[in-house]
């Protein structure tokens, strides 16, 4: 259902979109003490659009129309803040794990790190979300056609590296990167079951529509150990949805709870 939705918003555009690109709808997951609150925050322009699109994935939804919410500790107030942001560990083209490719909901794994929230406490996930360019879709495929040849892989390895060889090993020298393509070493290999695989995924992630996506996590409690307990918790959330050998979620800590805020 939500891919439906995604599907449906990818179109949308906002006003002067070439000069600072679409605005962003963040969806957003707020725990305050034992309750867990699903809230959407879109431009006003697209508010329509936006809620039809719910009810067209959801039909049964409810919809109302809501104060931003606080889930900040009244005694710690920003001291006992914790958060960040999350960031993938390999470029956006390589696919994380998706209800397609795993035996459970990777939702689920991210509600269960707030759903122990006690009274006075507060987390939220917030993920800000705009359509991508189509540029992104264009390098993506072409990134899925260069997984399987693997002159191209060789090539793009060894660019990125730098070999010191002292003169006196000159006579053992393995031959450059060049001439390996030149015999046919690298030029008749074929490309093994990972990188078949691997370009699949990427294919079909950047098939579908794209949206550029910023992630952020925050908890909060009178105690700033407790809410880095809670961070913790969600950071395992996230953790549960990385794809081996593909990509995975990493936590960027915010410097300060000013950043935060």
């Given at each position: 259902?939500?891919?439906?939705?995604?599907?449906?918003?990818?179109?949308?555009?906002?006003?002067?979109?070439?000069?600072?690109?679409?605005?962003?709808?963040?969806?957003?997951?707020?725990?305050?003490?034992?309750?867990?609150?699903?809230?959407?925050?879109?431009?006003?322009?697209?508010?329509?659009?936006?809620?039809?699109?719910?009810?067209?994935?959801?039909?049964?939804?409810?919809?109302?129309?809501?104060?931003?919410?606080?889930?900040?500790?009244?005694?710690?107030?920003?001291?006992?803040?914790?958060?960040?942001?999350?960031?993938?560990?390999?470029?956006?083209?390589?696919?994380?794990?998706?209800?397609?490719?795993?035996?459970?909901?990777?939702?689920?794994?991210?509600?269960?790190?707030?759903?122990?929230?006690?009274?006075?406490?507060?987390?939220?996930?917030?993920?800000?979300?705009?359509?991508?360019?189509?540029?992104?879709?264009?390098?993506?495929?072409?990134?899925?056609?260069?997984?399987?040849?693997?002159?191209?892989?060789?090539?793009?390895?060894?660019?990125?590296?730098?070999?010191?060889?002292?003169?006196?090993?000159?006579?053992?020298?393995?031959?450059k990167h060049d001439e390996k393509i030149k015999d046919g070493s690298i030029k008749d290999k074929q490309?093994d079951a990972i990188d078949q695989k691997m370009s699949q995924l990427v294919e079909e992630k950047t098939a579908a529509p794209a949206f550029e996506t910023l992630i952020r996590i925050v908890a909060s409690s009178?105690?700033?150990?407790?809410?880095?307990?809670?961070?913790?918790?969600?950071?395992?959330?996230?953790?549960?949805?990385?794809?081996?050998?593909?990509?995975?979620?990493?936590?960027?800590?915010?410097?300060?709870?000013?950043?935060?805020?």
């Open positions: 259902r939500a891919e439906g939705i995604f599907n449906l918003l990818s179109g949308i555009t906002t006003p002067k979109k070439s000069l600072y690109g679409n605005k962003y709808m963040s969806f957003e997951i707020v725990a305050s003490g034992p309750v867990i609150y699903f809230y959407t925050a879109v431009p006003a322009t697209l508010l329509t659009t936006v809620q039809k699109a719910l009810i067209s994935g959801y039909p049964t939804i409810q919809i109302e129309q809501a104060q931003d919410p606080n889930i900040f500790s009244q005694l710690s107030k920003i001291a006992g803040v914790s958060g960040g942001e999350m960031e993938l560990t390999n470029e956006s083209y390589y696919p994380i794990a998706t209800y397609k490719n795993t035996d459970f909901d990777p939702l689920a794994g991210i509600l269960s790190g707030i759903s122990n929230i006690a009274p006075g406490e507060g987390a939220a996930v917030q993920i800000m979300v705009r359509p991508a360019h189509s540029k992104w879709s264009r390098n993506g495929q072409k990134l899925a056609k260069d997984l399987l040849d693997p002159e191209k892989i060789a090539k793009k390895k060894y660019k990125g590296m730098k070999v010191f060889v002292d003169i006196a090993l000159a006579f053992w020298k393995p031959p490309p009178p105690d700033i150990h407790r809410s880095q307990a809670i961070l913790q918790d969600m950071q395992t959330g996230f953790a549960q949805v990385g794809l081996p050998n593909s990509n995975q979620f990493k936590l960027k800590k915010a410097q300060s709870p000013q950043q935060l805020a």
